[in-house]
Structures are given as C-alpha cells and as structure tokens.
C-alpha cells in the first residue's frame, strides 16, 4: 500500500508539474495576443483610454529652443559684398506646448477633431541668456520687399531708416515688433500667443488601429495641396499605429513646414529604463529636386536654388502666402557645399543637429523627440506612470509565464526522476528478496 502511495503521488506530481510547464507554455502566445488586445484597446484615441488621457491634455512639454546667428560684420557686407561672418546665439528656450487641446469633437467617420492653441512661455532657467539679448540678424521686412517692390526699394528703405540689417531682441524677433519699412508687425512667429494650429481631423483607430493618429483633415483641407509634399496626411509624430516594425519607416505631418516627411529606424535604447526605437529623418528630407524629386514642389525661386540644384534648404512661400521663407536643419546640416562657404561661422553636427523620433515600440507613443526648433522628453512622473501602466504589466505577465514554465518543468523532472529512482529501488529491493528466499530453500 505504502509503495503504491509513492507512487501514484510521484506520478500525479509529474503530471501536475507538466500541466503547469503546458501552461506557462500556452501562456507564452496568449499572452502576447492578451498583450496585443490590451495595447490596441488603451492606443484607441476615445474617452477612458490611456491613449486619450495622454492625447487630450496637454501631455509632455513640448520646448522651442531658438538659436540665432549673429552677423558680426554687417558694415563690411554692405560696403564691400563680404560673406557674412556669424556667431551662434542660444539656446533661447520657451514652452510652447503646454495648454490641452481645445474644441474636441468626434465625428460618425471615426474621427476626432480638434485645434491645439498656441502659446510661448520662456523658460530662463534653460536659456543662455535673456529674450532682451539682442541679435544682429537680416532685416524681415528688406528681405520681404526686395520681392515686392523692386524698383522702389532703395527709396522705401531710406524713407524709413531701415538698413539689410537690423539689431533686434530676441523676443522682438521671434514674437513680433512693428516695422518701420511695412509699418506692421513682424517676427518670425508672429502672431503667435493666442492663436491656434489648426482645426485637425485625426482618425480614433476605433474601427482600424492602424490608422490611429493619422490626420485626415488640416485646415479643412482633406488632402494636401499639390504645393504640398504628398498626397495623404500622415500622424502628427506624437503618437503611430502599435507594433512598430523596425523595417518600415514612420511618417508624420509637421505643420511648420506644411508637408509629410518620413523617419527610418536607427537603432534601440532605454528611456527612463523603457525601451524605444529611435527613428531619424532621412537625408533624403532635404535633398535637391534632382536627387528626390518630391521636392520639385519646393522650389519655385530658380535663381535661389541655382536652377533646383541645391540642397539642404525648402521654400515654403508656397503655405506661408508667398512670404520668401525657406527652411533648414541648423547649420544648413545636408545641405549643398556652397552654402557652408557662403556664410562664415557655420558648423554643421549629426548629433546636435538631426530630427529624431523615440517611441515605444509596443504602443507606437512618442516618448522624445527633437525638431531641431523644438523638442521634448517625457518627465519622470509620466515616465513612472508609462511603466505602472503598460511596462510593469507586460513584464508581470512575462514572469509568471516562465515561473510557471520552470516551475511546472522542474516539477515534472523532479517526479519523474524520483519516481524512476524509486521504481529501480523497488527492483532491485524485490530481487534481492527472491534471491535469498531461493538460497533459503535451497
């Protein structure tokens, strides 16, 4: 009785111990499909998600770091045509997005729309100086007239005491001051506080969490312009599809420069101890016509661009109503030779001037990112809140997958072993029995 007590109870634990190891087993794809189904629920862009809470308020701060270059021989330029020598000013630091979005609507077609206001709040404690600093840079409104009036330039500019250069504050250049030559304000951002960009169509991914994120409207407009870069929105880079795939690169809309760009994938780090893909813009971004033919829309001044032939640089007269402005990474980074020699001063660095993107690989959130004119990194509290929320389950789960694997496995060996132990025990205990008694009788 007792040896078949062993043993049922050997066997039942190897069984019980294969039962756990098939669970913790199973358990393995389940839960990565529990996973799947808990991610694409929370990245749905509707009241009571994870996605929504992080969308609608005002999220990560988003920070605008200026620098400008100071022309420091201004006299010699307009007396005698020498290339401008600069000196880099900065960082001039403001927070700018801080306020919730504002007039949430969400519509039968599965999308929400909504504008997201506008405002600059500068931040001392991480700038090199005051917004009072002042910069010797080119004058807004000469370099704007000069396209307007031609002829009657030299006679408007001596009119109101204006020169090719102007010294200016920082805040006077960035947010607006009023202008002798135009007689209205202007700045490079102005106006800026108070308003808003927008309204966006974004879809929810409620029907297709695929299409989470990505604008479906701006302006009004459904698709973009032909002056535009595509013919389809794409997300606004704060948030992508779940699932990333290393392979495929990322595309987003960025309203500073009206068009869709792209971003491939360059490698895998921890954040605030949560893994992120980092995805780069492509070179291609700012390529010449010649070499990336999407960006013939961009070039409408030939003798600017040297026939279409430069690179680095993309006119945006075509959304900033006619205004000649151009845009391009710090220091004219990917630019073409002649730009670097035109100008005195300029140094241009990968690594301190890109635009990159880290997101979340499993949820598609954009954790950081850097717009060389803006960036942004989640804070610890977000960071911690990330980690309880979606991190810490997934690596729960992940534990107790293979504590009940091992546990199971280690069981079932345990049993079987014991149990063949005490199985041969058993044998030879029985053979020796036989053997004396034989002896015995003999």
């Known amino acids: 009785m007792g040896c078949c007590n062993w043993r049922c109870g050997l066997i039942t634990g190897a069984v019980f111990g294969a039962l756990v190891a098939i669970l913790g087993g199973v358990l393995i794809p389940v839960g990565d499909i529990l996973i799947e189904s808990v991610v694409e629920t929370e990245a749905v862009i509707e009241p009571g998600t994870t996605a929504y809470d992080n969308w609608a308020a005002a999220g990560v701060v988003v920070y ?18 020498t290339s401008p020598v600069v000196i880099e000013r900065g960082p001039y630091t403001y927070k700018t ?38 910069i010797t840079s080119l004058n807004l409104a000469v370099a704007v007239s000069s396209c307007l009036f031609h002829g009657l330039l030299e006679t408007l500019i001596r009119m109101s005491n204006s020169s090719l250069f102007q010294r200016r504050t920082v805040k006077e250049l960035l947010w607006g001051y009023h202008d002798p030559l135009l007689k209205s304000t202007l700045g490079l951002f102005a106006p800026y506080n108070g308003t808003f960009d927008g309204p966006y169509n974004v879809f929810t991914g409620k029907d297709d969490i695929s299409k989470v994120g990505i604008i479906d409207r701006w302006k009004g407009e459904k698709k973009e312009k032909k002056t535009f870069h595509v013919a389809v929105f794409f997300s606004d880079a704060s948030a992508f599809a779940p699932g990333l795939d290393k392979k495929k690169p990322l595309y987003f809309f960025s309203s500073d420069i009206c068009r869709s760009v792209s971003a491939s994938y360059e490698r895998s780090y921890s954040l605030k101890d949560i893994e992120v893909y980092r995805y780069g813009l492509l070179p291609s971004t700012l390529a010449s016509p010649i070499d990336n033919p999407d960006n013939r829309c961009f070039c409408r001044n030939f003798k600017t661009t040297k026939n279409c032939t430069m690179a680095g640089v993309l006119d945006l007269s075509s959304c900033q109503e006619g205004r000649p402005i151009y845009m391009s990474l710090p220091h004219f980074l990917h630019g073409s030779p002649s730009l670097l020699t035109d100008v005195l001063g300029l140094s241009p660095n990968e690594e301190h001037h890109s635009t ?10 954009t954790l950081k990112f850097a717009k060389r004119i803006q960036t942004a990194e989640l804070d610890d509290q977000t960071a911690d809140l990330f ?56």
Do not use: H
């Not at 605008?64 to 045509?81: A, S």
């Not at 990159?356 to 959130?365: I, K, M, S």
């Not at 149990?419 to 015995?440: G, S, W």
């Open 64 to 81: 605008r770091q200026f620098w400008f270059f100071d022309v420091q021989n201004p006299i010699e330029v307009l007396n005698y045509g």
């Open 356 to 365: 990159y993107l880290d997101v979340e690989p499993n949820t598609g959130f």
């Open 387 to 442: 980690k309880e929320e979606l991190v810490s389950r997934m690596e729960m789960l992940d534990i107790i997958q293979w504590v009940l694997l091992g546990t199971g496995t280690g069981i079932f060996v345990l049993c079987l072993v014991s149990y063949v132990v005490v199985r041969c025990c058993q044998t030879k205990t029985k053979t020796k029995t036989k053997t004396k008694t034989k002896n015995m009788l003999a």
């Open 97 to 134: 997005r801080y306020l919730p979005k504002d007039n949430i609507m969400f519509n039968p077609n599965m999308t929400v729309s909504f504008v997201l206001p506008l405002g600059a709040i500068f931040e001392p404690s991480m700038s090199a100086g005051s917004e009072e600093d002042k």
